[in-house]
């Protein structure tokens, strides 16, 4: 069964409710339904858009859906977050585990929101010891069906790489996230865990690889042309995207794989091969 604001248009015998993330009409649904695993992937996404709406989304439709699941039957719930939650800074230990602390950027919602989510999923868990509760941590997806910046960035001719510093990204690739969650719903082990593809590598070693032409430019430089290009509505991404992006969130995912057995197709490499391959 599936809820969103609008149905997908190949369901074939899903059942499907219409509905926002923030109606009160949801407990009725989950209780209609006799949803037993609940996974939650809504978010406003958009990396700068409205702020207002995106906490609306993100935090309070949190807040909700957790209200849903504590007066229906719900034995278990996965909660998709990021690995943007733990933030970036240029101390960020390469890998970042379960243990280290949550730090968000509070000026990129993504990662505030992120963090202030599994501090409500937290709190949820240790009030209601009876829900099942999990809670992934993906790093950067990338797949035919994923709309973010790292996926638009891929599909350009001409790559545009930071320079001083150049920074390892992480990358699974979305069968994988796929296979993830299918494992976190049908598992038993709960708590807080990373999920990824194995290695990294730059913007430029992609862009090599990919045979594309690489322009690297100044971090300096790049926020700023990112800032006017948003401001021109030229882009999505601006200033505050360049800055999250500056420094490496990295994540050591091999709990996940030893609790749940999960092992990935494809690394940061085969993430990014595989993607080109079904763009072309």
Sequence with gaps: MGIDLQAPADLHDVSFHECDIRNPGLTAILAEEAVDVLVHLAFYTPPEGDPEEARSVNVDGAKNLLQAVRDSAVRRLVVVSSSAAYGSHDDNPLPLRESDPLRPNYSFYYSAHKAEQEML??????????????????????GPHINNPTGDSLKQKV???????????????????????FLAAT???????NVGGSGTATFREIGLL??????????????????????????????????FIRNPIVTDTRRFARTFGFRPRFDTIGAVLEFDRLMH
């Excluded at 790559?159 to 993830?180: F, G, K, N, T």
């Excluded at 598992?187 to 865990?193: D, E, K, Q």
């Design 121 to 142: 999923v937290r709190r949820f868990a240790e009030e209601h010891p009876e829900v099942e509760t999990v809670v992934l941590r993906p790093c950067v997806v990338i």
């Design 159 to 181: 790559m545009i790489a930071m320079r001083d510093p150049e920074v390892p990204v992480q990358l699974i690739y979305e069968d994988d996230v796929a296979e993830a969650l």
């Design 187 to 193: 598992g038993r082990a709960t708590g807080v865990f």
């Design 210 to 243: 990919l045979h594309k032409k690489v322009v690297r430019v100044p971090y300096g430089v790049l926020r700023r042309l990112a800032s006017f290009a948003r401001a021109l509505r030229l882009s999505p991404v601006g200033g505050r995207t360049v800055t």
